[in-house]
């Protein structure tokens, strides 16, 4: 076996144990009423296809809307205020500022744009769209990001149950995530 198949193998299996340890620490809440499944959607069309991926069809791409206008969007969606968002995950109302702002004054780093998802409370798909639109997308071959993708996944909004698992397993907290700190 090639050692670059070992070391996928051994990430596999490192990251199955910490999907483990934090499902029993943190089991999923008990649904008080099933939500009936949404009905499938209809097959694509050619035409929707191209519509998907930002093709107008004549030659040239659609652009997705900026961090800062999804990241509004997202918020005026939600019903959510600022100042709820920042004070949850302990960011200054300067730096939200700087990374808010449609005139771009501050690219948002990976930590901020995750730890935003997480005070706004959005769902996986939310969260990735939020991601994509400042270049990021989760890594399987980082702690932090399966961590925090699976609280997201779960629904689980809560700081401080997010800060153990990333306490416990990565040495850091949110905080630091989304400050540029590694607490060693």
């Known amino acids: 076996m090639s050692r670059h198949v070992e070391t996928d193998l051994m990430m596999e299996e490192m990251l199955s144990r910490i999907m483990e340890d934090v499902e029993k620490r943190y089991p999923a809440p008990i649904p008080e009423s099933a939500e009936p499944a949404e009905p499938e959607p209809p097959p694509l069309r050619q035409e929707d296809a191209v519509d998907a991926i930002g093709w107008d069809g004549v030659g040239s791409f659609i652009l997705a809307d900026s961090f800062p206008r999804t990241l509004c969007r997202m918020l005026r969606e939600k019903g959510l205020e600022n100042s709820d968002v920042y004070k949850k995950i302990d960011m200054s109302r300067q730096e939200f500022s700087k990374i808010s702002s449609i005139a771009g004054i501050k690219r948002p780093n990976k ?18 769209e939020l991601m994509a639109s400042a270049g990021f997308a989760f890594s399987r071959s980082k702690k932090v990001d399966c961590i925090i993708e699976y609280f997201i996944a779960k629904g689980e909004y809560d700081v401080r149950k997010i800060d153990d698992a990333l306490w416990d397993r990565a040495g850091t907290t949110l905080h630091a995530v989304h400050s540029r700190h590694k607490i060693e």
């Open 111 to 128: 930590g901020e744009t995750m730890a935003l998802a997480i005070g706004m409370g959005l769902s996986l798909a939310e969260t990735k």
